[in-house]
């Protein structure tokens, strides 16, 4: 037979509301219940809501009545299945065979991953290290079918063994309300006197069969394992995508730092599962007034460490104004790729805090993309045209490079404007006959000279005895 194991999720939404992007638990004096709209029924609640009085299953005007200062969230079912699966990749670091049951089980087919870890014991401790990293409360145990580690778990055995003959009471000892069972069936079932899990089973399968129907048969025969239960295995998706409700709207951008960091939390253990580097992200901003606002964030250099990460987007969020307050944000993945094996000399030592491909993914989300260019020499001789913006860290052509004998400042004005002042000449003339095979052809003498103020000049005098000044030594 095959061993499974459940996790149970009582409060998969409240949990991850009351939950800090840090995993400490907010401020508790409060009471908080989930409610589910249709049915105005409370389905999760925290424990200062139940030490009121609170119960599951009570309207939300007796509740309040009961605990002042409730705070009432709405049920969301697309936030459970989302942080279902974000637990189900959390869990993949450990374990394969993983099915989402929901709105918030997990199963787990641990009979496969036994001689790997050695027994039950290190596989569920393994199990259990996973968990404690996440911020939600569960009940577990395990079963020789998924039909009854999943009704264990569900009335909190929290028992997790490999005894047959200890499951298969446990089982038995289980009252129908406690079942998968339609209310349908359990009336018809009392009725004839049978209220538990032992009562159903000392009825022979075909007299089920004649008497309550094949569908109460296939259940029976799944519950004890002697049919086939279809499983669809969880895979992990190829893109990464998350979100984050926020439980308060934030209106300084600042205050972003902690939930985003939650967020790039779980996009370092996604690339570290695929050993792949993230080289840009998108971080999506769902504003009260239902825009959105889009930041964008690049490394040059390839980066999966969150704290990394949040570095850049502190940086474009500083300069960033929204026209309403947040209430929720999503990030993803725009490109990743495999990692590249690191080459760098072993007595080189420390060259700098941060290396150039970093520098730049510094610069850019600081200035922007546009902002930062790189400067490449060129064959043309004309000085405004000798050097040109390219790709920052591009290498030139090896054909191009740059006259080590001329003299050249540092500083090149836009354009060149008259000489005003008295000077020296230290160099020159260096004659530029140039530009005749487009248009622009020039004819310049250019000499080094020297300021009164003791400034160093480039300057260039015309066929027509007009002197210029065209840049400063710095």
Same mark, same amino acid.
């Given at each position: 037979?095959?061993?499974?194991?459940?996790?149970?999720?009582?409060?998969?939404?409240?949990?991850?509301?009351?939950?800090?992007?840090?995993?400490?638990?907010?401020?508790?004096?409060?009471?908080?219940?989930?409610?589910?709209?249709?049915?105005?029924?409370?389905?999760?609640?925290?424990?200062?809501?139940?030490?009121?009085?609170?119960?599951?299953?009570?309207?939300?005007?007796?509740?309040?009545?009961?605990?002042?200062?409730?705070?009432?969230?709405?049920?969301?079912?697309?936030?459970?299945?989302?942080?279902?699966?974000?637990?189900?990749?959390?869990?993949?670091?450990?374990?394969?065979?993983?099915?989402?049951?929901?709105?918030?089980?997990?199963?787990?087919?641990?009979?496969?991953?036994?001689?790997?870890?050695?027994?039950?014991?290190?596989?569920?401790?393994?199990?259990?290290?996973?968990?404690?990293?996440?911020?939600?409360?569960?009940?577990?145990?395990?079963?020789?079918?998924?039909?009854?580690?999943?009704?264990?778990?569900?009335?909190?055995?929290?028992?997790?063994?490999?005894?047959?003959?200890?499951?298969?009471?446990?089982?038995?000892?289980?009252?129908?309300?406690?079942?998968?069972?339609?209310?349908?069936?359990?009336?018809?079932?009392?009725?004839?006197?049978?209220?538990?899990?032992?009562?159903?089973?000392?009825?022979?399968?075909?007299?089920?069969?004649?008497?309550?129907?094949?569908?109460?048969?296939?259940?029976?025969?799944?519950?004890?394992?002697?049919?086939?239960?279809?499983?669809?295995?969880?895979?992990?998706?190829?893109?990464? =995508?998350?979100?984050?409700?926020? $439980? !308060?709207?934030?209106?300084?951008?600042? %205050?972003?730092?902690?939930? /985003? #960091?939650?967020? @790039?939390?779980?996009?370092?253990?996604?690339?570290?599962?695929?050993?792949?580097?993230?080289?840009?992200?998108?971080?999506?901003?769902?504003?009260?007034?239902?825009?959105?606002?889009?930041?964008?964030?690049?490394?040059?250099?390839?980066?999966?460490?969150?704290?990394?990460?949040?570095?850049?987007?502190?940086?474009?969020?500083?300069?960033?104004?929204?026209?309403?307050?947040?209430?929720?944000?999503?990030?993803?993945?725009?490109?990743?790729?495999?990692? =590249?094996?690191?080459?760098?000399? $072993? !007595?080189?030592?420390?060259?700098?805090? %941060?290396?150039?491909?970093? /520098? #730049?993914?510094? @610069?850019?989300?600081?200035?922007?993309?546009?902002?930062?260019?790189?400067?490449?020499?060129?064959?043309?001789?004309?000085?405004?045209?000798?050097?040109?913006?390219?790709?920052?860290?591009?290498?030139?052509?090896?054909?191009?490079?740059?006259?080590?004998?001329?003299?050249?400042?540092?500083?090149?004005?836009?354009?060149?404007?008259?000489?005003?002042?008295?000077?020296?000449?230290?160099?020159?003339?260096?004659?530029?006959?140039?530009?005749?095979?487009?248009?622009?052809?020039?004819?310049?003498?250019?000499?080094?000279?020297?300021?009164?103020?003791?400034?160093?000049?480039?300057?260039?005098?015309?066929?027509?005895?007009?002197?210029?000044?065209?840049?400063?030594?710095?």
């Amino acid at each position: 037979m095959s061993l499974w194991i459940y996790l149970h999720f009582p409060a998969l939404q409240l949990n991850a509301l009351q939950s800090s992007p840090n995993g400490d638990a907010l401020n508790t004096s409060q009471g908080m219940i989930v409610v589910e709209g249709r049915k105005n029924e409370i389905i999760q609640m925290n424990q200062r809501a139940s030490e009121n009085g609170v119960c599951l299953g009570m309207g939300l005007a007796t509740a309040a009545s009961m605990c002042e200062g409730l705070y009432v969230i709405e049920y969301d079912s697309a936030l459970e299945s989302e942080k279902l699966k974000e637990i189900a990749h959390w869990l993949y670091m450990v374990t394969a065979n993983i099915s989402l049951v929901p709105p918030n089980g997990i199963l787990l087919q641990a009979s496969n991953m036994l001689t790997l870890y050695d027994g039950l014991a290190n596989y569920w401790q393994a199990l259990v290290d996973q968990l404690k990293h996440l911020p939600f409360e569960y009940s577990f145990a395990s079963g020789f079918s998924p039909f009854a580690a999943r009704m264990l778990a569900g009335k909190s055995f929290n028992q997790i063994s490999q005894s047959e003959r200890a499951l298969f009471q446990a089982v038995k000892q289980c009252d129908l309300s406690e079942t998968e069972l339609s209310s349908k069936h359990i009336t018809t079932l009392n009725r004839v006197g049978v209220h538990s899990i032992a009562d159903l089973l000392r009825i022979p399968l075909p007299d089920i069969a004649k008497r309550f129907g094949s569908d109460l048969v296939n259940y029976v025969g799944r519950l004890t394992g002697l049919f086939h239960h279809v499983i669809d295995f969880y895979h992990p998706p190829k893109q990464f =995508q998350r979100r984050f409700d926020l $439980l !308060f709207e934030i209106i300084n951008l600042k %205050l972003l730092e902690k939930p /985003l #960091l939650k967020l @790039l939390a779980l996009l370092e253990s996604f690339l570290i599962m695929r050993d792949q580097y993230a080289h840009e992200l998108q971080l999506e901003l769902y504003l009260r007034d239902g825009n959105t606002s889009t930041v964008l964030v690049t490394s040059a250099a390839g980066e999966y460490q969150s704290k990394a990460w949040l570095s850049l987007f502190v940086l474009k969020l500083e300069s960033m104004k929204v026209t309403s307050p947040v209430i929720r944000i999503s990030l993803s993945a725009v490109r990743v790729a495999a990692k =590249q094996g690191e080459v760098s000399d $072993l !007595f080189d030592g420390k060259q700098g805090a %941060l290396s150039p491909l970093e /520098l #730049l993914s510094v @610069l850019q989300a600081k200035l922007g993309n546009e902002s930062v260019k790189g400067i490449q020499v060129t064959e043309d001789p004309r000085p405004h045209l000798s050097s040109a913006l390219c790709t920052p860290l591009e290498k030139a052509p090896s054909t191009v490079q740059p006259d080590q004998s001329l003299l050249r400042p540092s500083i090149l004005l836009p354009r060149p404007k008259p000489l005003r002042e008295k000077v020296a000449i230290i160099k020159g003339p260096e004659r530029l006959s140039t530009g005749w095979w487009d248009g622009q052809a020039m004819i310049r003498d250019y000499f080094i000279v020297r300021a009164e103020n003791g400034r160093w000049l480039w300057v260039y005098r015309t066929p027509k005895q007009q002197w210029f000044l065209h840049g400063m030594f710095s």
